[in-house]
């Protein structure tokens, strides 16, 4: 098996990444301002292996933890600490040296509040464990050909067509999201011809009343 590229070859591979957040009960932690406890992950869709391409994870944290680049070698790659607060984290994937793969970095905020629809922190839900995950995918173009035959030997089962309550992911989630930015893209469209209409109605009232005042004038 070779270094050479599989020409015309393209692979995707569905990853989630995200994190889970809960509550620390009060003084859990003596002298310490931690109200959290949350754990990161990258995984596969249904919990699939990555680890068979997927050689190590770097999560780098928000600089006011202590050694803030934690790296997990072995599957599941998650990491799992407390904190005070949310910040952006990236999560550096390094590929099987062999497969000839650039590193790929990825980016999270990570969440411990419930958030309401308007944004504000929501008390009501305080004590609930709060989640924020995302589907995304890994496209290799023309991967080598040791890397297409490790795929090869390990097939994803891909998008399911429904989602179930432990996967949200789904080709019906995914048409379902689809016709949500499709509605949400035609009321933007009304909303601009409204206001289109209103601006060219006014522009002309506007007209007609310095064409008014001009006569007057004379
Ligand atoms: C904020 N911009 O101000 C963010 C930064 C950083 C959170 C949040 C550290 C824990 C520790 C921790 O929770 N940092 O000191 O060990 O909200």
Known sequence: MSNKRTKGVTVVRPIVYGNVATLLPQKKIPDSDHTHKWTVSVRGLNNEDISFFVKK??????????????????PPFELTETGWGEFELTMKLQFVPESGEKPVTLYH??????????????????????QSFQYDELV????TEYLHSLFLQHPSA???????????????????????????????????????????????????????????KK
Do not use: C, M, W
Request: charged share 35%; hydrophobic share 25%.
């Open 57 to 74: 994870v770097t999560f780098k944290l928000h600089e006011t933890y202590a050694n803030p680049q934690r790296v997990i070698e072995h």
């Open 109 to 130: 905020n990570l969440r411990l509040h419930p958030y309401e629809e308007d944004g504000s922190i929501s008390t009501a839900n305080k004590n609930k464990p709060v």
């Open 158 to 216: 891909g998008l399911p067509p429904r989602s179930t309550p432990t996967n949200p992911y789904s080709v019906q989630a995914e048409v379902d999201e689809i016709r949500k930015i499709e509605e949400a893209t035609k009321k933007v469209q009304e909303q601009l011809t409204i206001y289109k209409n209103k601006l060219e109605k006014t522009t002309k009232e506007l007209d007609d009343v310095k064409g008014e005042l001009e006569r007057i």
């Open 140 to 143: 290799f173009t023309e991967p």
